[in-house]
Every structure is written in C-alpha cells, then in structure tokens.
C-alpha cells in the first residue's frame, strides 16, 4: 500500500467513515427510489415512506421561508425533481396496492386521509354524500395547485430565468467598471461575479425544475381517474363487488391517496413560488414582514374604522367583526408609536448633525480623512432626550467637562466625543467605542435615578437591582420621586446624564494610551516648541535618534499606569537627558518616571503627605528578578505557573487587607524589580500602583503597612 493510500489522502488527513456512508446512502436512495415504481411494496413500508415524504416537504418549505436570499437554498432545483420523482414512486406504488387489494388495503395513511376528508354522514343525509363531496374537494384541491400555484410559479421561473441570463453580461461590465476605477479590489470582483454566476445558473435551473411539478400534477389526475374507473371495474368484474360497494371503496381510496400523494407536491409547489417571488428580496421572509407591513399606521386606522361601521350594520356579525376593528386598532397604536419614535430619533439626529455642520463651518474645522472616531458615544432610540438641549438636557455640557478635566488630570486633549445613534442597541443602552472597538457600555432607565450604597445606609429604599457601569459597584434603580428619601438614607444618588459621564471619565483613565494617537502626540511638540524651543529642539536633534513614535511610546507607558503628561518639559528634559545612555522605550519610561517622583508620590499620598506602602520580601523580590525575560516590547515575569499563581494571591491578599483599613496601598519595589512587579500584576490587578524607591520624593514620608510574601513562607 502507497503512503498516500495509508495516509488517507494527499494531505496526511483520514478519510471520513461517514462522508463514504452518506456517499452510499444517497446513491442507494434514488436507485431504490426508481425502483419503488417497479417492485411491490407492502403496505408498512408504503405509510413510512409516505410520512417521510410529507415531512421532506415540510422541511423544505420552512428552509425556503427562513432563507435570507433565494440563492440560499442552491439545491433546491435538484431537490424538487427528487421529490417528485419521489412522489411519483409513491403514488404508482399506492395505485398497484389500491388495484389489488381493494376492500382488504392496509394503507393507514391513505385511509387515514380518506376517512378525515370523506368522514361518515350525519342522519337523515344521503349515503354517498361524503364521498361526493370527498371527490369535489380533491378536484379543487388539484385545480387550485395546477392552475394557480404550478403555473403561477412556473412562469415567474420562466420571467426570472429570462431577466437573470439578459442582465449577466451588464452586471458583469458594472463589476469591472467598479474594479478598473479602483472602488473594489480583485478578490471582491471575482465573488461578486460568481454570485452573479450562481444566481443566472440558479434561476435557469429553477425554470426547468417547475416542469416536473406541472407535469407531476397532470399524471397524478391520470392516476387518480385510473384508480376510479379500473378500481371499479375490477371490483365489480373479478372480485364480485356490488356496483356500490365498488364505488364507494375505489373512490374513498382515490380520494385519500390523491390528498396523500399530493400534498407534499402542494408544499413543494408553494415553496418554489416563494423562491422565484422573492428574486428582489434579502432576509428571511418573516423580518420582511415585519418590516413592510408596519410601514403606516394609517392602513390601520382606516381598516378598523371600516370594521367597526360594518359592525354597526344589521346582519353582520358583530361577535366575529367588532374584535376584529379591536385588532386592527391595536396594530395602529402599535405602528404608530414606533413610527413616532424613528421619527423622533432622525428628527434628533438631524438637528445634532446640522448643530455639528454649523460648528465646523464656524471654527473652520477640517473633517477628519480616517472615517474612524477615536471616541464615540453611541445611544439607543429610548435615550436621545440626553442630547435634546430644547428639552433641557445636559449630557453634551457634561461630556464637554469630562473632557477639560482629563485635560487637566491627564494632560491628554481628548478629540471631540461623537455622539450618535445605534439602532442595534436596546433603546435603553449606550455604548463607547475607541476608534471603532467597543470599550464599555451600560444602560439607562429614564426618569429613574441611580442609587450606589456607599456602605450602612439608614433605611433600605425599594428599587430595581443593578450594578453601577463604570465602576461595577451594586446599586439600585429608584424613581424620581423617590430620590429625597435616597439621599435622606444615605444612598449616593446619581442622575443619568451623570452617570454617561462619570463612566467616559473612567473610559477615558483605562485608555488614555489608545486615545493618543502619532498625530496627537506631533501636535504637542509642535504647541510645545512655541514656549520651550530649547528643549524640544535637544530632544528632536538627529544624532540623539529619537523619532515622534518613541516620545509616543514613552507617554502611552506613563498613560497606561494614570501618569499624568501634562508636565511635558520635564518628561522631554529626562528623555534628552538619558536617550544617549539606551534608547529603549521601558527605560526612558522609568527615568521619567523618577523625573515625576514628586508628582506621583503626591498622586497617591494622604494630605498629610504619607504614603502607605506594602512592600516585598527581599527573597520574593530577588525571585522576582532572577525570573527576568527580556522580549522586544521590554522585559517581563516568567514565574513558573503555580509560583504566579501564589504570588497573585499574595498581592491581592494584601492589598484588600491595606484597603479594607481605608487606605489606597501602594506597592513599592526596586528600581529593577518595578517594571516586572507591575508587568506580573496588570492583567489580574490593573488598579495596582508600583513605584520604585528612586521614585518617592523628599517631602513624602513612605510608611509600611505590610509585605507581601508567598504563604507558608515559600520563596
């Protein structure tokens, strides 16, 4: 044997067992299929396969409706002449048993639909009436299928087919228009052309699949009338049956076997003209009708007015009419308010964008070339009153604060913030996203206040239970009414302009680093070499090498631990100062920091200018150390699995300890060992501070309040 045949393939990749099973069974099914038209079956077997069938049908009609394209279900044209090829078999083999067994057939599904549409007569009705009446259904039945549904279907297929083959070769001259000017690249012309492909071979194959149900339809009236007319004549010539009795039994059984074998054709049928209707449409047919019957509320209001004057006149019946105008009533309102809320919310954000047009023509702002926001609000419907200043609403004053205090805290110019709407989200929620990537979101319950528990409160006040956005702390959802009594108990009440805005101001700290952009950081030199042209000019001199993207770097290192860079002489003065000793970004990020010692200590220091600190154990911090891996993006922590482990427990077990105390703990560590204790701890423990001995200032006064060691004393 090859290495190939061992292998399973030129890939190294085994074979499926089940792949060759369903190879098998599906070239066993259509040859047993043809053969069902030939050979006896028994009765058993006959209701099985005729269950299966309907429920094939069914199967097929519900993946037409829930398909979002017609050219979805690509099989479908091979799937339709299976199933009546199927259908066929089914019917010819009925047809045979029905012949030959006649008042002894065992067929329960044929009889089955006999007895439910000819059913037994009432007293004082004539005999036959059932079966009579049995036999007009069955004939409309066909009609409806053969004269409405098949040929209606059959010629859209025909139409569509037509339309799909003229219309190729100009939508393929408009994708390579499109590819020429540059609009799309070569890969999206080349999918755009084989769908274009897939739906002209679709629609071809959908007009020659409809033959086979129109064609279907008129042998199955064939084989019917030949069940009637052979049925009776055999039973009255060979099998000694009274003219009635022959009658009434090879009808009933036509009958059934008619509604039997023609069913499952009536749902494929129907499922082809939904295909072949819906060659404009995308989605699935329900979110169409959804969207295309609540489009005015007026047809509403006039069909339940309509409704209700029918009511109102003799002879109709008011139990049956009446609710009706009820219904159609409640479907106004219902279409009504939303239509008022779209409108509402494009009103809103007209104003807004025309508010935003004006400004930029007033301060002469260029609008940006990247279509990406590096901060954006997005609000669901329910939530534009924040933004209706008509109404009110401060939520822009806000935002426009939170924006000059980071400024002030941070040193970092936030870009303007892009408010906007998402019809994707709940009509209660808002979301931030930093150029483009969700970073946070929440949810807000209008004219409702939001109640942090800030520890004991008096009284317990009744609200619906949440959790506060930006800061995860439980909280409650409390009317306005109920907003003096919260305060009385204690509870921190925030309202909901309020709430957007402490959760950016938190948005903003945790990501100030992705905030700053290269252009950002260009802009700042640039204003800064106006006041200070010395220093700018030292630390953008060639020789010392120092590009815009390493100053970048270097303050994306002091934003991501909440440094502030608003003193940006003295972090460009400690850049010039020690860029000729290494030009590695970590580095020149710790000798900053050491130049903004002060700075920092006096950021976490009480008013009394301590600084509680925990600190390590000498073993644990030379462990620390010698664990050292130096990597590209700066050196890191490789503690071995369960020494990490251990050692995040340690550091969280102690700074609870130090805060429960109602201090703010800060870990301090060697110079060396700084960067790697904050590197082992930023994904468990982003809130950690780390500062290093070179960085505490003179007039701090660092105190102990406990060390950090692993448990058991393990080093």
Request: hydrophobic share 50%.
């Amino acid at each position: 044997m090859s290495d190939v045949a061992r292998m399973g393939g030129t890939n190294g990749v085994s074979a499926s067992p089940l792949r060759g099973i369903k190879d098998y069974i599906i070239g066993l099914a259509v040859v047993a299929v043809v053969m069902f038209i030939v050979i006896p079956m028994p009765p058993m077997l006959l209701d099985l396969f005729m269950g299966l069938n309907l429920a094939f049908a069914l199967v097929v009609l519900l993946i037409v409706l829930y398909s979002a394209k017609p050219t979805e279900f690509s099989l479908f044209p091979t799937v339709l002449l299976v199933a009546t090829v199927f259908s066929l078999a089914l019917n010819v083999s009925s047809a045979r048993l029905i012949l030959a067994d006649g008042r002894d057939f065992q067929g329960r599904m044929i009889l089955a639909f006999s007895d439910f549409v000819v059913g037994g007569t009432r007293p004082g009705q004539p005999e036959n009436l059932g079966i009579v009446i049995g036999l007009l259904l069955l004939i409309v039945f066909i009609a409806v299928q053969l004269a409405v549904i098949t040929k209606g279907a059959t010629r859209i297929s025909e139409v569509a087919a037509r339309f799909a083959l003229d219309g190729m070769p100009v939508k393929m001259m408009a994708i390579d228009a499109e590819l020429s000017s540059g609009i799309i690249s070569e890969e999206e012309a080349q999918k755009r052309k084989t769908q274009v492909q897939k739906e002209s071979d679709f629609y071809a194959s959908m007009d020659g699949a409809s033959k086979f149900i129109s064609g279907y339809v008129k042998v199955g009236i064939f084989i019917i009338l030949l069940e009637m007319i052979a049925g009776m004549i055999i039973g009255m010539t060979m099998l000694d049956m009274a003219p009635g009795e022959a009658v009434q039994t090879y009808i009933r059984l036509a009958i059934g076997d008619g509604l039997v074998t023609q069913l499952p054709t009536f749902l494929i049928s129907t499922a082809m003209g939904i295909v072949v209707t819906r060659a404009a449409s995308t989605g699935a047919l329900a979110e169409q009708a959804s969207k295309q019957f609540t489009i005015s509320a007026r047809v509403y209001w006039i069909g339940a007015a309509v409704f209700f004057v029918l009511a109102l006149l003799p002879g109709f019946p008011t139990v049956v009419i009446l609710p009706l105008a009820g219904l159609m009533g409640f479907a106004a309102y219902v279409v009504g308010r939303k239509q008022k809320a779209e409108e509402s919310f494009s009103q809103m954000m007209a104003k807004s964008g025309e508010a935003a047009k004006k400004s930029k023509e007033e301060t002469g702002e260029i609008p940006p070339v990247v279509p990406l926001d590096t901060l954006s609000l997005e609000l669901g419907y329910g939530l534009i009153p924040l933004v209706d200043k008509e109404k009110g609403a401060d939520l822009l004053e806000r935002v426009q604060g939170v924006r000059r205090q980071s400024a002030l805290e941070l040193g970092l110019v936030i870009p303007k913030v892009h408010i906007m709407d998402n019809i994707s989200l709940d009509p209660s929620e808002y979301c931030f996203k930093i150029k483009g990537v969700d970073v946070g979101r929440g949810r807000i319950r209008l004219g409702h206040f939001l109640c942090l528990v800030p520890g004991m409160v008096s009284e317990e006040i009744p609200g619906e239970q949440t959790v506060d956005p930006a800061f995860g702390l439980p909280a409650l959802w409390v009317r306005e009414e109920k907003r003096d009594d919260a305060e009385r108990a204690g509870y921190t009440v925030v309202d909901p302009p309020s709430i957007i805005a402490t959760h950016l101001t938190e948005i903003i700290k945790r990501n100030a680093a992705d905030i700053l952009g290269m252009q950002e950081t260009q802009a700042m030199m640039d204003a800064l070499r106006g006041k200070y042209p010395a220093v700018v000019d030292e630390v953008m001199r060639p020789e010392l090498g120092i590009p815009v993207v390493k100053i970048q770097k270097i303050l994306h290192g002091l934003l991501r631990e909440r440094v502030s860079i608003r003193n940006m002489v003295t972090i460009l003065e400690a850049i010039a100062e020690y860029a000729p000793l290494s030009k590695n970004v970590w580095f020149l990020v710790e000798k900053v920091r050491q130049a903004l010692g002060s700075q920092i200590c006096h950021q976490y220091a009480d008013e009394d200018r301590r600084l509680r600190v925990l600190t390590i154990a000498p073993e644990l911090e030379q462990k620390i150390f010698d664990c050292k891996v130096e990597t590209p993006s700066g050196p890191i922590c490789a503690l071995d699995p369960p020494t990490r482990q251990a050692w995040i427990r340690a550091v969280n077990k102690a700074f609870l300890a130090v805060r429960n105390r109602g201090f703010l703990p800060v870990v301090l560590c060697s110079e060396q060992a700084r960067l790697l204790v904050r590197n082992s701890t930023d994904r468990e423990l982003p809130e950690l501070a780390v500062l290093s001995v070179q960085e505490i200032a003179q007039d701090i006064l660092p105190e102990a309040v406990g060390m950090i060691k692993l448990e058991g004393g393990e080093s």
